[in-house]
């Protein structure tokens, strides 16, 4: 598991109608680019910040296959970092996550957009339900 201080940055790359051409996220104390093992990067690329602005943990939990504790971890960390990003871009963040939060730029070149944002620890991990029990809990409906 990575260690508690999950204190990260993440940069993302749009194109001039939004939709996401790259993005990296990494660990500020370690500078260790937490991703890549997971696969939400390539999931994502390509998507408007519509889209993306929209995906479930869970579903993209799902949808990856992951079933290890750490790849989960890494996964939400992944998913909230750039999800709070792009709704902050869009004027959308609550005020109670533009603490955690914290867009440091955001510049605008002629076919592209790059947003720079910094993230502290959630507060909270989302419950992440086994597949084996999602299985056993979809047969018996």
């Known amino acids: 598991m990575p260690c508690k201080d999950t204190t990260s940055k993440i940069s993302i790359l749009l194109?001039?109608?939004?939709?996401?051409?790259?993005?990296?996220?990494?660990?500020?104390?370690?500078?260790?680019?937490?991703?890549?093992?997971?696969?939400?990067?390539?999931?994502?690329?390509?998507?408007?910040?519509?889209?993306?602005?929209?995906?479930?943990?869970?579903?993209?939990?799902?949808d990856l296959e992951l079933h290890d504790?750490?790849?989960?971890?890494?996964?939400?960390?992944?998913?909230s970092a750039l999800g709070a990003a792009l709704d902050q871009y869009q004027g959308k963040l609550s005020p109670n996550d533009q603490e955690?939060?914290?867009?440091?730029?955001?510049?605008?070149?002629?076919?592209?957009?790059?947003?720079?944002?910094?993230?502290?620890?959630p507060s909270e991990m989302p419950k992440i339900i086994p597949c084996r029990k999602k299985n056993t809990e979809s047969k018996h409906e």
């Open 15 to 62: 194109d001039g109608n939004d939709h996401l051409l790259n993005f990296e996220f990494s660990k500020m104390t370690c500078q260790k680019e937490v991703g890549g093992g997971t696969g939400f990067r390539d999931y994502c690329l390509g998507k408007s910040v519509d889209i993306l602005s929209e995906l479930e943990f869970q579903d993209i939990n799902d």
């Open 69 to 79: 504790t750490e790849s989960q971890f890494l996964l939400f960390l992944e998913w």
């Open 100 to 121: 955690q939060y914290q867009i440091a730029t955001i510049a605008y070149e002629s076919d592209q957009v790059e947003i720079n944002q910094m993230v502290l620890a």
